[in-house]
């Protein structure tokens, strides 16, 4: 690849449609990474593979992504992202390392013990129980709460308009799962329909217990991070504003919306008691 090719790059968050994307990506191109999280700290490997290939994906916040990136390579980088609304992402999420045990094997065997150790956990809990739920959910509350808002915006971010939309221009486009074909015509170059699912799994518990009073407050109060960036995105028809390279690429065949970025007091003050499952 040159340095003035573009390089896609896909900040895959856990359970939402990243799997889906990563099959669409690997039919469409010739080369393609995903996964890269186990060579983005490997400055020689990361550098061969962003050479040569026309996408890459991983588990990586985009902070850091970038930012290795722009380490070893010249070429453009273009960002997508996928965000899931806030309450079944905890669920998904929670019920996946409830899966990974399922499928056993191999696959089991190649997570770390740490995550094997959390999913043993879950297993033994009372699941249809919202204050035990919450307790797992608080013992590793860096696997479960608000991980959307850390991978598309970093941790600890100020949450501010202004440095708000100016980050979520560094995107190209981010959407929700109702969004993949529009988010893959875009990421392929090509009008994409809407795409078989990968990497679904059937739930180990009823999920009806997300819809739990105790538990949607517990989410409101410990989620909310995640959930002030999904109503943000939701004003904007559920994606992120098109970066500034990508306007001025396009000026004048592109009408964009006026950006709806919601302050925190506003947020804060609209936010209901409880969110509605969905």
């Known amino acids: 690849m040159t340095s003035e090719n573009p390089l896609i790059v896909f900040v895959h968050i856990p359970k939402t449609a990243g ?18 999280e186990g060579i983005i700290e490997r400055r020689a490997q990361l550098k061969r593979v962003a050479e040569k290939v026309d996408w890459i994906s991983g588990h ?37 390392l409830l899966e990974i045990h399922r499928k056993g094997g191999r696959f089991y065997d190649n997570h770390p013990p740490y995550i094997q150790s959390i999913s043993k956990r879950l297993r033994d809990s009372d699941n249809s129980d919202p204050s035990a739920v919450i307790q797992n959910l ?10 959307q808002s850390s991978m598309i915006l970093g941790k600890n971010f100020d949450w501010n308009s202004g440095r708000l939309l100016t980050h979520l221009r560094k995107y190209e486009f ?10 893959l ?10 795409p078989d699912v990968h990497n ?21 109060r410990h989620n909310f991070l995640d959930w002030m960036l999904f109503q943000t995105m ?8 098109v ?26 003050q609209s936010r209901p008691s409880f969110v509605p499952y969905e």
């Open 185 to 194: 015509s875009r990421m392929c170059g090509a009008a994409q329909p809407t």
């Open 19 to 36: 799997s889906t994307v990563n099959a669409v990506l690997k039919r469409h191109f010739d080369h393609g990474f995903e996964h890269c």
């Open 60 to 96: 990586v916040p985009f902070h850091l992504m970038r930012g290795r990136l722009q380490q070893v390579t010249d070429r453009p980088l273009r960002f997508f992202s996928i965000m899931r609304e806030p309450v079944s992402h905890v669920c998904s999420h929670y019920n996946w």
């Open 234 to 241: 939701q004003a904007n028809r559920a994606r992120a504003a």
């Open 174 to 183: 981010i959407g929700t799962p109702k969004d993949l074909p529009e988010l």
């Open 200 to 220: 679904a799994a059937l739930y180990h518990f009823d999920r009806d217990i997300f819809s739990h009073a105790q538990l949607r407050n517990f989410l409101m």
């Open 138 to 147: 608080l013992a590793d509350r860096g696997l479960f709460l608000n991980i």
């Open 243 to 268: 970066s500034a390279e990508f306007r001025r690429k396009n000026k004048g065949q592109i009408t964009l919306p006026k950006p709806n970025i919601p302050s925190l007091r506003d947020l804060r």
